[in-house]
């Protein structure tokens, strides 16, 4: 018994979960342990009906792959789903000698001007 997956109290079959009706075996779609009509597997944004190995989950809620893209990965990275604390994150590493060293080289001016 799981209590994720919404069961009828006297029998029946599942129900879905997004349209929250009954579903049965030959319209039945299982994906990361929910249980959805075929029909109803589809798109939030662009509404095309998913194949369980062209979606990506997001919060519960199911993306094709170009929309999820899109939507999360607009700015290079996933700002619209995790929240950045400033000063959490360690700095990019200079990919060169010559900007290893400017880089040295702020931190020391940085350091001066506040001492």
């Given at each position: 018994?799981?209590?994720?997956?919404?069961m009828?109290?006297?029998?029946?079959?599942?129900?879905?979960?997004?349209?929250?009706?009954?579903?049965?075996?030959?319209e039945?779609?299982?994906?990361?342990?929910?249980?959805?009509?075929?029909?109803?597997?589809?798109?939030?944004?662009?509404k095309?009906?998913?194949?369980p190995?062209?979606?990506a989950?997001?919060?519960?809620?199911?993306?094709?792959k170009?929309?999820?893209k899109?939507?999360?990965?607009?700015?290079?990275?996933?700002?619209?789903?995790?929240?950045?604390?400033?000063?959490?994150?360690?700095?990019?590493?200079?990919?060169?000698?010559a900007?290893?060293?400017?880089?040295?080289?702020?931190?020391?001016?940085?350091?001066?001007m506040?001492?």
């Open positions: 018994w799981r209590p994720d997956i919404i009828p109290k006297f029998g029946g079959a599942p129900k879905c979960r997004v349209c929250k009706k009954s579903v049965y075996a030959m039945l779609m299982k994906y990361d342990d929910q249980i959805y009509h075929k029909t109803c597997f589809r798109c939030l944004e662009c095309k009906v998913l194949l190995k062209s979606v989950m997001m919060s519960g809620d199911l993306y094709c170009d929309c999820f899109k939507k999360f990965k607009a700015r290079g990275k996933y700002d619209d789903i995790t929240a950045v604390v400033p000063g959490t994150q360690e700095k990019p590493k200079p990919s060169s000698k900007e290893a060293k400017s880089v040295v080289k702020e931190e020391m001016k940085k350091a001066q506040s001492a």
